[in-house]
Nanobody, 121 residues
């Protein structure tokens, strides 16, 4: 199996930056997409950003121009650079990998356990 471990969450003030990193315990045979989601207690998990195997990125509207997603060449690390953070960005951020561990494993979704980002004065 594979584990995803997020890091980089912290308490920051509005306007500051954070860099979240997600590292997988092993490489993937193939990856359809790497993504970040976030969840506020009591609310549904929501999509934040994704990068596909072609390098195409997509962001939820509220983070466009402030967040940047990138993936390492061998798809074992995915990074979310978050600039100009706002209080409404406060959430637990989860890493997601959509792909195949091996050639015969079948396509699956893999999730980390999350890292807390808190933006407050």
């Amino acid at each position: 199996q594979v584990q995803l471990v997020e890091s980089g969450g912290d308490l920051v003030q509005p306007g500051e930056s954070l860099r979240l990193s997600c590292k997988t315990s092993r490489g993937f045979f193939s990856v359809a997409a790497l993504a970040w989601y976030r969840q506020v207690p009591g609310k549904q998990r929501e999509f934040v950003a994704m990068i596909d195997d072609f390098g195409t990125t997509n962001y939820t509207e509220s983070v466009k121009g402030r967040f940047t997603i990138s993936g390492e060449k061998f798809k074992t690390t995915v990074v979310l650079q978050m600039d100009n953070l706002l209080p409404e960005d406060t959430a637990v951020y989860y890493c997601n990998v959509d792909g195949w561990i091996t050639e015969i494993s079948g396509r699956s979704q893999y999730w980390g356990k999350g890292t807390l980002v808190a933006v407050s004065t």
